[in-house]
């Protein structure tokens, strides 16, 4: 079983970087890292999937069996990184998959907005979105994306949901192939 983790922020030195890339060494995961990938801006033609990055990109979330996605809150909504990811993508790559919702904030009660963003998306990609999510703020991340026990507790928990839906989401699959 394959759990992949992707970093919907742009920014090398952001929060929603250091924490994805905290989060992938605790746990065996792929991981997917926007703020490296330099994708095209998506414009539909078909020379952009032929380079390299888009090329990894699909790769990569093809082999997910279930998807940890994080994002910034940026204006009141996921970073124009992951959505413009998200349009190189369609149903195809997400339909029975079983994708958990991570938004990292800058405080002051935000985080909620890119988490429903979020949600409709993915829905829209008919992606098998968990009720479980989680909001970081920066209160809950110390020194270079290392988290306080009740948020580290948070993702834990979310992991663990996300790691219980991709196995019974792969049985079911799997089955549904044998008949
Ligand atoms: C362009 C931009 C827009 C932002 N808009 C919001 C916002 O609407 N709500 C919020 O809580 N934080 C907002 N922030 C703060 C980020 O959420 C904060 O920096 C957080 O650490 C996650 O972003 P990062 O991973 O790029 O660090 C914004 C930051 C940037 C750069």
């Given amino acids: 079983m ?5 970093n919907g922020s742009p920014r090398e030195t952001g929060r929603t970087t250091q924490v994805t890339r905290e989060i992938h060494k605790s746990y065996q995961s792929s991981f997917l890292d926007l703020s490296q990938l330099s994708l095209p801006i ?8 032929e380079t390299e990055e888009v090329q990894e990109l ?4 093809e082999k997910g069996d279930g998807i940890l996605l994080a994002t910034p809150e940026y204006h009141g909504a996921m970073s124009g990184a992951l959505k413009n990811a998200f349009d190189f ?8 998959k079983p994708v958990a919702l991570l938004a990292v904030s800058g405080g002051g009660k935000g985080g909620i907005n890119a ?15 968990l009720s479980k999510q989680l909001v970081l703020d920066p209160a809950d991340i110390l020194e270079k994306g290392t988290l306080r026990k009740n948020a580290a507790d948070g993702i834990h928990e979310l992991v663990n949901e996300l790691t219980m839906y991709t196995q ?4 079911i ?4 192939q044998n008949v």
């Fill in 115 to 129: 988490l429903n963003n979020l949600r409709t998306v993915t829905r829209a990609l008919y992606a098998n979105v």
């Fill in 58 to 61: 699909i790769k990569k979330i």
């Fill in 173 to 176: 699959l799997e089955a549904k």
């Fill in 89 to 96: 993508l369609n149903s195809a790559y997400f339909a029975h």
């Fill in 168 to 171: 019974v989401s792969k049985q």
């Fill in 2 to 6: 394959n759990i992949l983790i992707i």
């Fill in 42 to 49: 998506f414009t539909g033609e078909p020379h952009q999937y």
